[in-house]
């Protein structure tokens, strides 16, 4: 069954390209608020037999819809069993305002690992790659940005800019951006210390 949402009465806004999140090469569309626009630009891009949908609905009284969506036999089974029991067991009275809830719920933080667990994007075509090499995508309803699951730390230096360069190129950039992440890391602390040292 196709649902007709009657843009007179629901005004939506256009899929244009995400300010924060832009290409040079790529395509110009990118997530909305509506979950129903959010799944099918990722259905028009992959269109696997395999694909799945799972609908939950989480809030006691906000009841916002979320979708776990993923490739049927090419996923990581555990993360999304995983994710499956977390959604069920969320116990909020509401979620309306921002994922970081349902994020903290999902993927508690630790002292001891500041690291992110949960990579976020605004664009249907990273969001698709991502979905072709076995990740687990999760969309929320009245929020333009999809979550990502599993990612490690080397994700977060990958770029939706990166799939459109040659495989050598890609990866040339991307070993550069993680050499400088690092070199910022180490080099940060030896700075404010021999500011605040000059003896040393």
Do not use: H
Not at 28 to 47: P, S
Request: hydrophobic share 40%.
């Amino acid at each position: 069954d196709f649902l007709v949402v009657d843009t007179r009465t629901y005004p939506v806004r256009s899929v244009s390209e995400p300010e924060k999140d832009k290409t040079m090469r790529g395509a110009k569309d990118g997530f909305v608020e509506t979950l129903i626009f959010n799944t099918a630009m990722i259905r028009r891009r992959v269109r696997d037999a395999q694909l799945r949908m799972e609908y939950y609905q989480i809030g006691e009284s906000s009841k916002v819809d979320v979708a776990i969506c993923f490739l049927d036999g090419k996923c990581n089974k555990k993360s999304l069993e995983i994710l499956r029991k977390r959604l069920k067991s969320v116990n909020l009275k509401g979620i309306s305002m921002t994922q970081q809830a349902l994020s903290e719920v999902i993927c508690p933080t630790f002292f001891l690992n500041p690291f992110p667990k949960i990579k976020y994007t605004e664009r249907p075509d990273y969001a698709s790659a991502c979905l072709l090499e076995g990740r687990v995508l999760l969309i929320m309803d009245n929020s333009p940005t999809v979550m990502i699951f599993p990612t490690s730390f080397a994700d977060f230096t990958k770029e939706a800019n990166d799939y459109y360069f040659p495989p050598l190129t890609a990866s040339y950039i991307r070993a550069t951006r993680q050499m400088i992440s690092v070199i910022t890391v180490l080099l940060t602390p030896i700075f404010l210390l021999l500011i605040n040292n000059p003896s040393y």
